[in-house]
């Protein structure tokens, strides 16, 4: 029957939410940005009212630096997973979702900072 | 890893294990097979008749484009066969081609029997067979699609598209389903179905890449399923999804579209990469470098490329912000596709390349591929798109990465199994010629379009100005083409020619690491008589001692058990040892079940009742007889036995495959109401009034239907907690789990009967506005969820009055809950999108 995957079950979570975090993030801060941005410019424009460009702004630049802080603490805690597995307190297994969500990380939080500066140098609804 | 026979079954045993896992003969080799290998070979070669016949398309194209003011095709010729060439390569070839292999190599690399749910594995390639016979069907009837593979609205639509377009929607539709299907199926095999050992850090990119695709699949297929049906109501019972008169928007097609099209050429471009992440390290005789950097770059090329869709919108007028975001999304990707190149790059350095035929292909996807990848930066960018668009700029960059990052690895990839696939060694010689031929035909071909395209030659036109000065540009192409089909032919010819005359080859001729090449070539029916034992991420190479535990389970699978056909179930993360999980056997009816669905789909094409009413019938029949049958076979001969006495037949929970497959189905719900909200948020905000008259508004209904669902979930929740787990229950458990079945029954049924009532008690027209429209679809999308969970509430109900093993349908119900709480979250996606977001005012 089945075995346990790991000795400890929280390290478990943590090492695989630190994979997952860094992507979901990612869809979440283009997708967040898109629809705040163009459905609220658009949806005002439909409605023949001027948007508040400044408080959309704010929302998506908000928004992305939650996400970013969110995807370099899925980094961090990677990083500590490979790190004890490197130390040999862990399996190889542990070793590599350590390196692969501190790539992760590293990757999606690029890309999160590459979206969130658009609303700071652009004009948000024009 | 350790290997095969090193233990010994008697011969009595080995035979009937034999005898289990036996093809099917006579007439039943042509319907019933449902072995994956039967299944890969079949879509892969029905896939490759499509591409010759699109290559030949193309060919037609380039003969009418060969000199200026030609007229070898009439404009609307020219129109039905690039809408043709397209659709063909990229719908009935590439994708396909792709899950054929998948399904072909998946379980042999992994060290599994077969795919998780074979019988479905068949369905697909049926519906994909069938989908694809409906569409070329518009040739024999003469209405052959035109308004291009991408079927922008409103060329497609009901005012200037004739039945030409439903043959189209209903082909893709089922080709599409097949789709998804097989993500499932691949998504299953990768996570749970593993060689004891084989953990995470030790699958091979193949499997982690087809894992990758497959979530692509099922995100970024859904959506164009979607979206084909939003438009077949539009020409077919006047919805308003994309008429501006009546709040709606074409807009919404293309986003629909894209948000499919991009991530498609990733879910081609990914698996030739994944392809080269095989062919180079082994002809290189090396590892492959940066094996963790690899996969990081797998995944987030997966993730982003769900991102890119609004790049293939530059120029339609969305504001620069929103621009923006996709350029910053699309520059992104193109880092992480460049660390797989470096990767190669370093395998190639670090080890000793053999310069054989698989990795002449390699070494010309790298170059062509890194040529596409370049043009692919330039347009992203949004100013030079907005010159480039629509001209042969862009003809010449895709065509690079398409051909350049999938045709060119898949000939890799058929030259390096080939000896796998057939045993026979393909030859050497004519294989480099083929190369040879075809790089240099395909740069012939396309380079050229890069200029053509800078010079201001426009695509999808059926002829050009002579004063333009594109002619010579146009003859290299036309001469290229010819090349390259020559080197094409070459290949298929070479290829082929080995089925007879080549060389005898080994199980591992090319001295690979992964596991299928411990199997025989060609592999037996059962891929491995004894599981093997996975040690390292190169199985082959890797020679470590392995753990007793995992030991055990595949000496327990030696050659067993010899009565049902069974793979081992092991953990996702670390492949430790689970349970077993039952492989179907040969049927007729996943055939019949994908007929009836074609039958349908001719039914509404001709609009004939009788033909619909007759498929309904053949469509339940077939499922009925199919879930029978399953029944029958699960609860027979070894299946009431843990193999090896430890191995449990199916367990609740993540611990059999049909766990998987309901939530498998609840995703793909899931997501196809999340993209009907969505498409009627966009509309929402597009329009100056919305909705037109009033909203749905019938909270007593909603609020029962979703009342109704969340006691479907409780009951069979219920019924999935009673008894042990073993495959004799108390009567009382039995009881209970009879209970729980007819009462989810009853709940569902309610539920569908109060989703329903909501569209007559609401009294909305749905060719008034495109609010309405929504709220009929939601509707339908709604019963169709609840239909699919009582279906498989009927099946526990089945399996409880049909079976001795009492744990079978427990773990139905089990399963019944998972799909309900999906259909829960579907109602509650479909109550927002008509009663909540219509508040949301500016």
């Given at each position: 029957?089945?075995a346990?995957e790991a000795?400890?079950?929280?390290?478990?979570?943590?090492?695989?939410?630190?994979?997952?975090?860094?992507?979901?993030?990612?869809?979440?801060?283009?997708?967040?940005?898109?629809?705040?941005?163009?459905?609220?410019?658009?949806?005002?424009?439909?409605?023949?009212?001027?948007?508040?460009?400044?408080?959309?702004?704010?929302?998506?630049?908000?928004?992305?630096?939650?996400?970013?802080?969110?995807?370099?603490?899925?980094?961090?805690?990677?990083?500590?997973?490979g790190?004890?597995a490197t130390?040999g307190?862990s399996s190889p297994l542990f070793g590599f979702l350590g390196r692969l969500?501190?790539?992760?990380?590293?990757?999606?939080?690029?890309?999160?900072?590459?979206?969130?500066?658009?609303?700071?140098?652009?004009?948000?609804?024009? | 890893m350790t290997t095969d026979?090193e233990?010994?079954?008697?011969?009595?045993?080995?035979?009937?294990?034999?005898?289990?896992?036996?093809?099917?003969?006579?007439?039943?080799?042509?319907?019933?097979?449902?072995?994956?290998?039967?299944?890969?070979?079949?879509?892969?070669?029905?896939?490759?008749?499509?591409?010759?016949?699109?290559?030949?398309?193309?060919?037609?194209?380039?003969?009418?484009?060969?000199?200026?003011?030609?007229?070898?095709?009439?404009?609307?010729?020219?129109?039905?066969?690039?809408?043709?060439?397209?659709?063909?390569?990229?719908?009935?070839?590439?994708?396909?081609?792709?899950?054929?292999?998948?399904?072909?190599l998946l379980p042999l690399m992994l060290g599994a029997?077969?795919?998780?749910?074979?019988?479905?594995?068949?369905?697909?390639?049926?519906?994909?067979?069938?989908?694809?016979?409906?569409?070329?069907?518009?040739?024999?009837?003469?209405?052959?699609?035109?308004?291009?593979?991408?079927?922008?609205?409103?060329?497609?639509?009901?005012?200037?598209?004739?039945?030409?377009?439903?043959?189209?929607?209903?082909?893709?539709?089922?080709?599409?389903?097949?789709?998804?299907?097989?993500?499932?199926?691949?998504?299953?095999?990768v996570l749970?179905m593993r060689a004891p050992g084989m953990s995470l850090d030790r699958m091979p990119i193949f499997a982690w890449t087809?894992l990758?695709?497959?979530?692509?699949?099922?995100?970024?297929?859904?959506?164009?399923?979607?979206?084909?049906?939003?438009?077949?109501?539009?020409?077919?019972?006047?919805?308003?999804?994309?008429?501006?008169?009546?709040?709606?928007?074409?807009?919404?097609?293309?986003?629909?579209?894209?948000?499919?099209?991009?991530?498609?050429?990733?879910?081609?471009?990914?698996?030739?990469?994944a392809?080269?992440s095989h062919v180079v390290p082994v002809h290189s005789r090396h590892r492959l470098v940066g094996y963790p950097f690899v996969v990081a770059?797998v995944?987030?090329?997966?993730?982003?490329?769900?991102?890119?869709?609004?790049?293939?919108?530059?120029?339609?007028?969305?504001?620069?912000?929103?621009?923006?975001?996709?350029?910053?999304?699309?520059?992104?990707?193109?880092?992480?596709?460049?660390?797989?190149?470096?990767a190669?790059?370093a395998t190639?350095?670090s080890g000793?390349?053999?310069?054989?035929?698989?990795?002449?292909?390699?070494?010309?996807?790298?170059?062509?591929?890194?040529?596409?990848?370049?043009?692919?930066?330039?347009?992203?960018?949004?100013?030079?798109?907005?010159?480039?668009?629509?001209?042969?700029?862009?003809?010449?960059?895709?065509?690079?990465?398409?051909?350049?990052?999938?045709?060119?690895?898949?000939?890799?990839?058929?030259?390096?199994?080939?000896?796998?696939?057939?045993?026979?060694?393909?030859?050497?010689?004519?294989?480099?010629?083929?190369?040879?031929?075809?790089?240099?035909?395909?740069?012939?071909?396309?380079?050229?379009?890069?200029?053509?395209?800078?010079?201001?030659?426009?695509?999808?036109?059926?002829?050009?100005?002579?004063?333009?000065?594109?002619?010579?540009?146009?003859?290299?192409?036309?001469?290229?083409?010819?090349?390259?089909?020559?080197?094409?032919?070459?290949?298929?010819?070479?290829?082929?020619?080995?089925?007879?005359?080549?060389?005898?080859?080994?199980a591992n001729?090319w001295g690979a690491d992964t596991l299928e090449w411990v199997a025989?070539?060609?592999?037996?029916?059962?891929n491995f008589?004894r599981i093997p034992v996975v040690t390292g991420r190169a199985p082959l190479w890797d020679r470590a001692p392995s753990d007793p535990e995992l030991e055990r389970m595949s000496a327990?699978?030696?050659?067993?058990?010899?009565?049902?056909?069974?793979?081992p179930?092991t953990t996702v993360l670390s492949a430790l040892p689970?349970?077993?999980?039952?492989?179907?056997?040969?049927?007729?009816?996943?055939?019949?079940?994908?007929?009836?669905?074609?039958?349908?789909?001719?039914?509404?094409?001709?609009?004939?009742?009788?033909?619909?009413?007759?498929?309904?019938?053949?469509?339940?029949?077939?499922?009925?007889?199919?879930?029978?049958?399953?029944?029958?076979?699960?609860?027979?001969?070894?299946?009431?036995?843990?193999?090896?006495?430890?191995?449990?037949?199916?367990?609740?929970?993540?611990?059999?495959?049909?766990?998987?497959?309901?939530?498998?189905?609840?995703?793909?719900?899931?997501?196809?109401?999340?993209?009907?909200?969505?498409?009627?948020?966009?509309?929402?905000?597009?329009?100056?009034?919305?909705?037109?008259?009033?909203?749905?508004?019938?909270?007593?209904?909603?609020?029962?239907?979703?009342?109704?669902?969340?006691?479907?979930?409780?009951?069979?929740?219920?019924?999935?907690?009673?008894?042990?787990?073993?495959?004799?229950?108390?009567?009382?458990?039995?009881?209970?789990?009879?209970?729980?079945?007819?009462?989810?029954?009853?709940?569902?049924?309610?539920?569908?009967?109060?989703?329903?009532?909501?569209?007559?008690?609401?009294?909305?027209?749905?060719?008034?506005?495109?609010?309405?429209?929504?709220?009929?679809?939601?509707?339908?999308?709604?019963?169709?969820?609840?239909?699919?969970?009582?279906?498989?509430?009927?099946?526990?109900?089945?399996?409880?009055?049909?079976?001795?093993?009492?744990?079978?349908?427990?773990?139905?119900?089990?399963?019944?809950?998972?799909?309900?709480?999906?259909?829960?979250?579907?109602?509650?996606?479909?109550?927002?999108?008509?009663?909540?977001?219509?508040?949301?005012?500016?």
């Amino acid at each position: 029957m089945a075995a346990p995957e790991a000795t400890r079950p929280r390290s478990t979570h943590l090492a695989v939410a630190a994979v997952l975090v860094p992507p979901v993030a990612w869809v979440c801060a283009l997708g967040l940005s898109y629809v705040v941005q163009d459905f609220a410019c658009t949806a005002y424009a439909s409605a023949g009212r001027n948007p508040p460009t400044t408080v959309i702004g704010t929302v998506v630049v908000t928004l992305d630096v939650v996400l970013l802080v969110l995807t370099l603490a899925a980094g961090v805690v990677a990083w500590r997973t490979g790190r004890h597995a490197t130390a040999g307190d862990s399996s190889p297994l542990f070793g590599f979702l350590g390196r692969l969500g501190t790539f992760l990380s590293l990757g999606f939080a690029a890309g999160i900072v590459m979206i969130a500066v658009n609303p700071l140098v652009l004009e948000v609804c024009a | 890893m350790t290997t095969d026979q090193e233990t010994g079954p008697s011969a009595e045993e080995r035979a009937r294990f034999a005898q289990t896992w036996a093809r099917p003969s006579g007439w039943r080799r042509i319907l019933m097979p449902v072995q994956h290998k039967s299944v890969g070979t079949r879509y892969m070669v029905t896939a490759f008749v499509f591409f010759f016949v699109g290559g030949l398309q193309a060919l037609l194209m380039r003969v009418q484009l060969a000199q200026p003011e030609q007229d070898v095709l009439s404009p609307q010729t020219y129109n039905e066969l690039f809408t043709m060439h397209g659709t063909t390569m990229m719908f009935l070839f590439a994708v396909p081609f792709l899950e054929g292999l998948a399904a072909y190599l998946l379980p042999l690399m992994l060290g599994a029997r077969d795919m998780p749910f074979a019988r479905y594995n068949t369905f697909n390639y049926w519906c994909y067979l069938l989908g694809g016979i409906i569409l070329y069907s518009s040739f024999v009837v003469g209405m052959v699609p035109d308004a291009g593979w991408f079927a922008y609205v409103p060329l497609s639509g009901p005012e200037f598209a004739d039945k030409a377009m439903d043959i189209w929607l209903f082909g893709l539709a089922l080709a599409e389903l097949a789709a998804i299907g097989a993500a499932i199926e691949m998504i299953v095999v990768v996570l749970a179905m593993r060689a004891p050992g084989m953990s995470l850090d030790r699958m091979p990119i193949f499997a982690w890449t087809m894992l990758c695709v497959a979530a692509m699949i099922i995100l970024a297929f859904v959506p164009l399923l979607v979206g084909s049906l939003l438009l077949e109501l539009d020409r077919n019972i006047g919805t308003a999804f994309f008429d501006t008169e009546r709040g709606g928007d074409p807009l919404l097609w293309q986003h629909l579209f894209w948000i499919f099209g991009h991530p498609e050429v990733y879910v081609m471009f990914l698996p030739g990469a994944a392809i080269i992440s095989h062919v180079v390290p082994v002809h290189s005789r090396h590892r492959l470098v940066g094996y963790p950097f690899v996969v990081a770059a797998v995944v987030v090329t997966a993730i982003m490329s769900l991102g890119l869709w609004v790049h293939h919108m530059y120029t339609t007028g969305l504001p620069p912000v929103t621009l923006s975001f996709f350029t910053a999304a699309s520059m992104s990707i193109s880092v992480a596709s460049g660390v797989q190149v470096v990767a190669w790059i370093a395998t190639l350095w670090s080890g000793r390349p053999r310069l054989t035929v698989p990795m002449l292909f390699s070494l010309g996807f790298l170059f062509t591929f890194v040529a596409g990848g370049i043009t692919g930066v330039m347009v992203a960018s949004a100013p030079f798109d907005a010159q480039a668009h629509d001209t042969y700029f862009v003809v010449a960059h895709f065509h690079y990465v398409l051909i350049g990052g999938m045709l060119f690895p898949v000939l890799a990839g058929l030259f390096h199994w080939w000896p796998k696939f057939t045993g026979r060694m393909p030859s050497a010689r004519l294989g480099t010629v083929s190369f040879w031929l075809a790089f240099v035909g395909f740069h012939l071909t396309f380079f050229p379009m890069h200029l053509s395209g800078l010079w201001g030659m426009p695509r999808r036109v059926f002829t050009y100005d002579a004063g333009l000065g594109v002619g010579v540009l146009n003859l290299l192409s036309t001469i290229g083409a010819f090349i390259f089909a020559a080197g094409l032919v070459l290949t298929a010819a070479t290829l082929l020619g080995a089925l007879r005359r080549g060389e005898r080859s080994g199980a591992n001729p090319w001295g690979a690491d992964t596991l299928e090449w411990v199997a025989d070539s060609p592999p037996a029916a059962p891929n491995f008589g004894r599981i093997p034992v996975v040690t390292g991420r190169a199985p082959l190479w890797d020679r470590a001692p392995s753990d007793p535990e995992l030991e055990r389970m595949s000496a327990a699978f030696d050659h067993a058990p010899q009565n049902v056909r069974a793979t081992p179930f092991t953990t996702v993360l670390s492949a430790l040892p689970n349970t077993a999980a039952v492989q179907a056997g040969p049927t007729f009816w996943p055939f019949l079940a994908a007929g009836g669905l074609a039958m349908a789909a001719a039914g509404l094409l001709l609009e004939s009742g009788w033909v619909l009413g007759a498929s309904v019938l053949v469509i339940i029949a077939a499922f009925v007889a199919w879930e029978l049958q399953n029944e029958r076979e699960l609860g027979a001969g070894e299946s009431t036995e843990p193999v090896g006495g430890e191995y449990l037949v199916e367990a609740p929970g993540p611990l059999s495959p049909g766990w998987w497959g309901a939530v498998g189905a609840a995703v793909v719900l899931v997501v196809a109401v999340t993209t009907v909200a969505f498409s009627m948020l966009f509309l929402q905000v597009n329009a100056p009034v919305w909705p037109h008259g009033k909203a749905l508004g019938l909270p007593w209904l909603s609020a029962g239907t979703g009342l109704a669902l969340a006691l479907a979930i409780a009951a069979s929740w219920w019924g999935s907690r009673r008894g042990p787990l073993s495959h004799d229950a108390p009567p009382t458990a039995r009881g209970a789990h009879l209970v729980a079945a007819v009462t989810t029954t009853f709940a569902g049924a309610l539920a569908l009967v109060l989703a329903v009532a909501q569209w007559p008690a609401g009294g909305l027209d749905h060719t008034a506005h495109s609010y309405d429209s929504g709220v009929l679809m939601l509707v339908g999308t709604l019963a169709l969820a609840i239909l699919l969970g009582l279906g498989l509430t009927v099946c526990s109900l089945v399996a409880r009055l049909t079976h001795t093993r009492d744990i079978r349908p427990r773990i139905m119900l089990q399963n019944a809950a998972v799909l309900w709480t999906g259909v829960l979250v579907v109602w509650a996606v479909a109550w927002a999108a008509t009663d909540l977001m219509p508040l949301a005012v500016v």
